[in-house]
């Protein structure tokens, strides 16, 4: 195999482009880079496009298994010298492997909530490590997958994957716009549960979670729209009793998926569905 040793070469800078939005969009594809992040990738191994390696950087007896069953699966290897992969690597220890994924996205007529679905919607999110981090808190939770509301951010930004620490590959994306969910939710009967500081809004920890459940959250700088508040069955709010006037979206979405894992986590043990 011939290791690519040029950074001029136009697979490698049709690999670097990756980094911006609008490449990803017109190509459908994104980079991820990292064992443990290309060990989740391979866990949807018809996605997996492409795998990259720098034999000089390469120390793990996990990356010979990975690329072990790249080849068993007919996926492509493309070598690179330690400078081609500087032009690629996002991190400063490179670990030697990354895979070009193809995106996955699901469409919103397909998703049904079952009993006990977790869901997490998302308005005009704009920070990618918001994204990332909600994906992770929400895999940890048990979540099925994030709906992506309007103008919200990439998922597939470099920094919203390293900071899903590969929770981008188990849970579902549904890309769409208020007015389409908003008649997939009354269609359905989904119950919408929107973390906002409204007049009757309940304190998060004292409301009662349905069984399965949408939870919604705003943007970073104008919160939860006016149109999709209005949707909500339920509206929770976090009090707070210190000197700033607002927390980070990842942490108040952390803070409220965690309560009613809690919840649930609680009924089951009251009713001995765990023993």
Request: overall charge negative; hydrophobic content about 40%; aromatic content about 6%.
């Amino acid at each position: 195999m011939t290791v690519i040793t040029s950074i001029s070469n136009i697979r490698v800078k049709d690999i670097r482009k990756l980094r911006e939005r609008k490449y990803r969009k017109e190509t459908g594809s994104a980079w991820v880079e990292g064992l443990r992040a290309c060990g989740d990738a391979f866990t949807r191994l018809n996605d997996v496009q492409l795998v990259v390696v720098c034999p000089e950087l390469l120390h793990s007896d996990f990356a010979g298994e990975l690329l072990n069953r790249a080849a068993k699966a007919g996926i492509e290897v493309m070598e690179v010298n330690r400078d081609v992969y500087a032009t690629l690597s996002g991190k400063e220890n490179p670990q030697g492997m990354g895979v070009v994924i193809r995106q996955n996205f699901s469409e919103l007529e397909t998703i049904d909530l079952a009993a006990g679905d977790l869901w997490v919607a998302l308005d005009r999110v704009a920070d990618p490590g918001n994204l990332g981090t909600i994906m992770r808190t929400l895999d940890a939770c048990g979540g099925k997958g994030v709906f992506l509301l309007d103008q919200c951010t990439d998922p597939y930004d470099p920094t919203a994957i390293r900071a899903s620490t590969g929770a981008i590959f188990f849970e579902k994306l549904v890309r769409t716009d208020t007015a389409s969910f908003t008649r997939w939710k009354h269609k359905h009967g989904v119950q919408l549960v929107g973390a906002v500081a409204v007049p009757g809004a309940k304190d998060y920890h004292k409301q009662k979670y349905p069984d399965s459940l949408v939870l919604i959250m705003g943007s970073e700088r104008e919160g939860l729209s006016q149109a999709l508040t209005d949707l909500c069955d339920i509206c929770v709010t976090i009090p707070m009793i210190g000197h700033v006037d607002s927390m980070n979206l990842a942490e108040a979405t952390a803070i409220t998926l965690y309560e009613i894992f809690n919840q649930r986590r609680d009924r089951k043990q009251s009713t001995g569905e765990n023993q």
